[in-house]
């Protein structure tokens, strides 16, 4: 095996090192109160938070306890020229029953909210997943005072059956049904509203939620009753600090706002109800004053909006990018001016449902993706590409040719030219709201739109102070467009955060290779990468080199 330094593997020696061991097991949990096998790291559902700081090394070691194949995401982490660590099947071996290994990345030049969670099978729908915060330096101003206190509050869809039941359906080609209720931090409360608080607010003082919703299917509304929030930060970008009732959160997403406890000192409720479903699920969760009166919150739970998807378009046009805000370096957020920059490529993606001999599947441009024995990268990197995956499959404008009824399952991979600044639609032709995200990178979410997308839309676009981010919902009948540069070499996963459809199909890989070879641009296959399907004893090809 080759002998690396750590420069070589994407670690910094100067910046401080942050050392996880987690171990991962089947437990019994009973968040809705009926018992059901969960997955538990060090014994928690959900996991422990990672608290770490701009530039941290982190390094996590993995042991899997459970009967199969085991893998962690670290979802929005940019791993820059690291994609050896993303997590997901196209990039990395599962872990095997029994065995272990080590993730080592760096949170390099990033701030902000973000969760990992399992990408094998369905166990996401048992948990395993948790909060990763990247606070900024001591040294790079941000623009709110510090809040007394931070809290993660992960929300999000819950099914009573287990992980392998939901699995069985999707394989035998059924949907999932609905969801069984809403968690909020992987709690619910008794039937009359009774429950432990689960955080604390001292009077006057401001608190920071981050706010992520880690749900398999359902956008979920959250608001605390009586107390506005202030939004400060999403998905890695300092907002425009704008004030909010309630908040739409899609699957996937993070938002961090300021709440302070300004009223009279008592408990409260802090609610996420389902969004766009026929029947509204509502999770509960209590907050309280140090000085609190003793007693439950009011039953008169805060109202969620009312009618369509329109509410939730016209908040995520609210959302801005705060320009003059200091990134996770000093120089200020929008010192990058993207709407200047030529599009060099438009790739339009189509998300589709439809049956293969009967059997469900859900698809992108007309392919849906089926993961390989050999994960892509490893294809890639050891250059037998050839003997496991086509590049390019689908086009960058989808033809009539490519409808539903001529499903091709195959891997999905997008051959991406290293730099380019590309414009990526997707338009979304079914009856239920889609949210997306993109490995690797954040991007520009420019614009959201009824209908499909023309390039005269282009005019519609955000091209000053759209928030740069790594997720973007679709609502029905409608598109979103994101602009970005591609200048992450790797293999990257672009997928459906909506678990069911991610699993059968609705996900594809962008390769976006480095022509140097270079250390500049990429790091080498880390020393302690799992090695499996083809490539599992080949000869190492050259390293890179600087």
Known sequence: MMVQDDADQGLEAEDPYLYFTWKVTYGTISPLGVPQQGILINGQFPGPNINSTTNNNIIVNVINHLDEPFLLTWMGVQHRKNSWQDGVPGTNCPIPPGQNYTYRFQVKDQIGSYIYYPTTAMHRAAGGFGGLRVNSRLLIPVPYAD????????????????????????????????PDGVLINGKSLDKKGRGKPLFTMKPGKTYKYRICNVGLKTSLNFRIQNHLMKLVEMEGSHTVQNIYESLDVHVGQCFSVLVTADKEPKAYYMVASTRFTKKVLTGKAIITYTNAKRGPPSPQLPAAPVGNWAWSLNQFRSFRWNLTASAARPNPQGSYHYGKINITRTIKLVNSASRVNGKLRYSINGVSHVDTSTPLKLAEYFRVANKVFKYDIIKDEPTAEDTPQKLIMAPNVINQTFRNFVEIIFENHEKSLQSWHLAGYSFFAAAIGPGKWSPEQRRNYNLLDAVSRHTIQVFPKSYAAILLTFDNAGMWNLRSELTENRYLGQQLYISVLSPARSLRDEYNIPDNALRCGIVKKLPFPPPYTI
């Open 147 to 178: 809040p007394e206190d931070d809290y993660t509050v992960l929300i999000g869809d819950w099914y009573t059956k287990s992980h392998s039941t939901l699995k069985k359906f999707l394989d035998s080609g059924r949907s999932l049904a609905r």
